[in-house]
């Protein structure tokens, strides 16, 4: 005696063979995908092993239904072995000809209450490609301190942002860090190849005056810019997990990946060290949407409504005002909740 009927058995045959044939599908995608965007040779190299690879996956689909055997995927199941075992081997590279802007990753070292970062970036960008090359060594007393903003970058709708994460001293200096993809010379942020090892990852440290004047003024991106509240014990394990950050890159290079390790998921990763059990949330992977997530969880300036946060930190206007100001860090700060109408910080505030 059987469970289901005849009729039922076959639709329940059907079924699951239309979901083992979308799942080779999938793979064969993914299959082309990996290797246009790592086969060596070119794109004529990478345009016929992503046709071939897709090709092999449909056809073997094709065969599968024709003759109703499943013999007919084993070649395709050999070549999905050997292609993981392929990918497996892709490691990522301290050496290539990196763009410029990406060149350097900083690298730190603490003795005492004093950090000394090398390779900080200072550009003096007069347009994305019109740039004077400027890498600094700068030192910085963890004592003094002050600040901690969050920096989202808008470049394509309201969805994704960069996050960039900013620390200010008591003598009025600003330092920003960005997670970043390490391009080479000549290659552009692409989100899908971020999936597939096609980046390496960048720890960049920089003035202000470059990494956000770069992005409003040269790039013509949208800046919204927030005062984070975090104790000073805090403060200074953060600005440490960065410096842990560099050694880990300088020691082991890593990938970047537009999903799992990307420029907010890894700071997440480090805040969540310090201040344990802040939730998951979507927002972490639509980052566009972060800073409703630090409103909720009460990370901004205490007693405003979001909408108010947000229109004070609208920084664009004031950072192309700014563009010749050497003051530049205050200045896009002037008015901004948490600071005063000279853009210094207002300390009398809650977690200081």
């Known amino acids: 005696m059987t469970l289901f009927s005849p009729r039922a058995s076959a639709v329940l045959a059907t079924v699951g063979k239309l979901a083992a044939s979308l799942v080779i599908l999938l793979t064969a995608l993914w299959g082309a995908l990996a290797l246009w965007y790592q086969l060596a040779g070119g794109v004529a190299a990478q345009t016929i092993g992503a046709v071939l690879w897709a090709a092999l996956g449909i056809g073997s689909i094709a065969l599968w239904w024709a003759r109703g055997s499943a013999r007919a995927l084993?070649?395709?199941?050999?070549?999905?072995?050997?292609?993981?075992?392929?990918?497996?081997?892709?490691?990522?590279?301290?050496?290539?000809?990196?763009?410029?802007?990406?060149?350097?990753?900083?690298?730190?070292?603490?003795?005492?209450?004093?950090?000394?970062?090398?390779?900080?970036?200072?550009?003096?960008?007069?347009?994305?490609?019109?740039?004077?090359?400027?890498?600094?060594?700068?030192?910085?007393?963890?004592?003094?301190?002050?600040?901690?903003?969050?920096?989202?970058?808008?470049?394509?709708?309201?969805?994704?942002?960069?996050?960039?994460?900013?620390?200010?001293?008591?003598?009025?200096?600003?330092?920003?860090?960005?997670?970043?993809?390490?391009?080479?010379?000549?290659?552009?942020?692409?989100?899908?190849?971020?999936?597939?090892?096609?980046?390496?990852?960048?720890?960049?440290?920089?003035?202000?005056?470059?990494?956000?004047?770069?992005?409003?003024?040269?790039?013509?991106?949208?800046?919204?810019?927030?005062?984070?509240?975090?104790?000073?014990?805090?403060?200074?394990?953060?600005?440490?997990?960065?410096?842990?950050?560099?050694?880990?890159?300088k020691l082991k290079p890593q990938f970047y990946n537009t999903l799992t390790a990307n420029c907010t998921t890894i700071v997440f990763e480090m805040v969540r060290r310090i201040v344990p059990g802040l939730p998951l949330d979507y927002r972490l992977l639509a980052s566009g949407y972060l800073d409703r997530y630090l409103f909720d969880v009460r990370a901004l300036v205490p007693g405003l409504p979001f909408q108010q946060l947000r229109d004070g930190g609208h920084i664009t206007a004031r950072a192309r005002a700014a563009n010749d100001d050497p003051d530049f860090s205050h200045a896009i700060r002037r008015g901004m909740p948490g600071y005063d109408e000279q853009g210094y910080p207002v300390m009398q505030m809650a977690k200081q």
């Open 74 to 249: 084993l070649p395709y199941a050999g070549g999905f072995v050997l292609l993981l075992l392929w990918w497996s081997m892709i490691a990522p590279s301290q050496d290539r000809s990196w763009a410029d802007d990406v060149a350097r990753n900083v690298t730190g070292t603490v003795k005492g209450n004093v950090v000394t970062l090398d390779n900080v970036r200072h550009f003096d960008w007069r347009s994305e490609n019109d740039y004077t090359v400027k890498w600094e060594q700068r030192s910085y007393k963890l004592d003094e301190l002050r600040t901690v903003d969050t920096a989202l970058s808008y470049w394509t709708g309201p969805l994704i942002a960069h996050t960039l994460v900013s620390f200010g001293f008591a003598d009025g200096r600003f330092l920003t860090f960005s997670i970043e993809i390490r391009k080479e010379k000549g290659e552009s942020f692409s989100a899908i190849g971020g999936f597939f090892k096609h980046f390496e990852m960048s720890l960049i440290a920089a003035d202000e005056r470059d990494i956000i004047r770069v992005r409003t003024n040269a790039r013509g991106e949208d800046i919204h810019l927030y005062r984070v509240l975090m104790p000073r014990a805090a403060m200074r394990s953060l600005f440490l997990a960065y410096l842990d950050e560099a050694d880990d890159l």
